[in-house]
């Protein structure tokens, strides 16, 4: 079975990867349930656009699909030390060899055209490196163009945020790697 990862970061008090992995081989059920809560004149979810009250309805979303997808999530943080691209080249090279671990993996990264050709460099050195060429995908995507990375995009957020929001979303995280 593949491990579907979703992958969105926040830059806000560090820097934060948030990867959502789904092991269900269809992925339809999740996409609907988050599709379901775009409203009228949304293309997709941003925490950063949303009020309180629907930012606590999408992580009780989320929480829910934890609960009937097994969805979990791995946070990465790289903290505050050195430059972004070298804090998100430490996050990604983590992300990859924890990745291994599955028979089959598929890394959708929330797409950022300005970091595109320097993620995928970076992908095939750590693919090649973990001798994953053959058992590891990865595609940048528009969040509009996946919903699903609306779920990573929620965990990043709230981690980094702090207080009420990362205790809501505690639930859902597997385990954090610093």
Excluded at 27 to 44: D, E, G, W, Y
Aim: proline share 2%; net charge positive; glycine share 4%.
């Amino acid at each position: 079975m593949t491990a579907h990862i979703f992958v969105d970061e926040t830059k806000a008090k560090g820097y934060v990867i948030a990867a959502a992995t789904l092991l269900e081989g269809d992925l339809a059920a999740p996409r609907k349930r988050v599709q379901a809560l775009v409203l009228p004149r949304q293309r997709s979810l941003h925490m950063k656009d949303e009020s309180n009250s629907r930012r606590r309805q999408i992580i009780d979303t989320i929480l829910e699909m934890a609960d009937t997808s097994g969805l979990t999530t791995v946070i990465y943080d790289a903290g505050r030390e050195g430059t972004e691209l070298e804090r998100r080249a430490v996050c990604l090279a983590t992300l990859v060899a924890d990745a291994a671990l599955h028979a089959e993996a598929r890394i959708v990264l929330d797409l950022d055209a300005s970091l595109q050709v320097w993620d995928r460099q970076r992908l095939i050195e750590y693919r090649r490196a973990a001798g994953l060429r053959d058992r590891l995908t990865y595609a940048h995507q528009a969040r509009t163009d996946e919903l699903l990375l609306s779920i990573p995009d929620a965990i990043a957020w709230s981690w980094a945020r702090g207080g009420e929001w990362r205790t809501r979303v505690k639930p859902v995280v597997r385990y954090v790697r610093v």
